[in-house]
């Protein structure tokens, strides 16, 4: 069954600790990206990766940080440093970065602090 | 990426044809519209897109004015399913970066 998966589907971070939410595709696609979603809002670009081995920073990556050593994988570390992680994030690839192609998304975490 | 404009919340009733619009009237040349769809608590889903010529696939029908100023997404019989928050989107074709910018959206609700 081909698509992008997100795990866990929820979760929970103390203060003061980092956590790191996993995207995974099998759509063979060079292109991922990671964006934020808060309640009642459209969502903003915080990472995106056109390549292994390479990554961009979007809008909002302060207090983020992603990493590209394969293909199919683009984990999202959510640092100390951001102050205000709770957030709906979603994860999403295409097969390039040209404006036609189409981004498909993953089904998001929904991440909470306690 | 030309900013675009939707209505807040629209209504239709099960069966009948949904009719979505969206103004962009600054939009370029070399951009196309983008429809995606957002269920509660679930990613955006894409549905469909075009530059001029109207486009339609399994999903729904994409209607694009002649000046290309604005667009419409039709759901040809909606079904409870359909309620979701519906996102209209200009990209240009080609750069290095390609991300989305999700307005608010319409929140569609299909009702009985």
């Known amino acids: 069954d081909g698509g992008i998966t997100q795990s866990p589907k929820y979760l929970f971070r103390k203060e003061g600790q980092n956590v790191t939410l996993s995207c995974e595709q099998n759509?063979?696609?060079?292109?991922m990206y990671w964006y934020r979603q808060d309640p009642g809002q459209g969502l903003r670009l915080i990472y995106y990766?056109?390549?292994?081995?390479?990554?961009q920073k979007g809008d909002i990556a302060e207090g983020y940080s992603v990493s590209r050593e394969k293909k199919e994988s683009f984990p999202l570390t959510v640092t100390s440093a951001q102050k205000n992680p709770t957030a709906f994030y979603l994860c999403?690839?295409?097969?390039?970065?040209?404006?036609?192609?189409?981004?498909?998304f993953g089904p998001g975490t929904r991440l909470l602090v306690l | 990426d030309a900013k675009t404009t939707q209505p807040t919340s629209m209504d239709c009733a099960e069966g009948r044809a949904a009719n979505l619009p969206c103004n962009h009237s600054?939009?370029?040349?070399?951009?196309?519209v983008y429809w995606y769809r957002q269920i509660h608590s679930q990613g955006p889903q894409y549905i469909i897109h075009g530059l001029k010529n109207n486009e339609t696939n399994e999903m729904a029908s994409l209607i694009i004015t002649e000046d290309r100023k604005s667009s419409t997404l039709i759901l040809p019989h909606a079904t409870l399913r359909d309620t979701a928050v519906y996102y209209c989107i200009v990209r240009v074709v080609g750069g290095t970066a390609s991300k989305l910018t999700f307005g608010t959206g319409t929140r569609l609700q299909v009702t009985l």
């Open positions: 990766s056109q390549i292994v081995n390479d990554f």
């Open positions: 999403a690839s295409s097969r390039g970065t040209s404006g036609q192609e189409t981004q498909y």
């Open positions: 759509l063979n696609h060079d292109a």
């Open positions: 600054t939009i370029s040349g070399n951009e196309y």
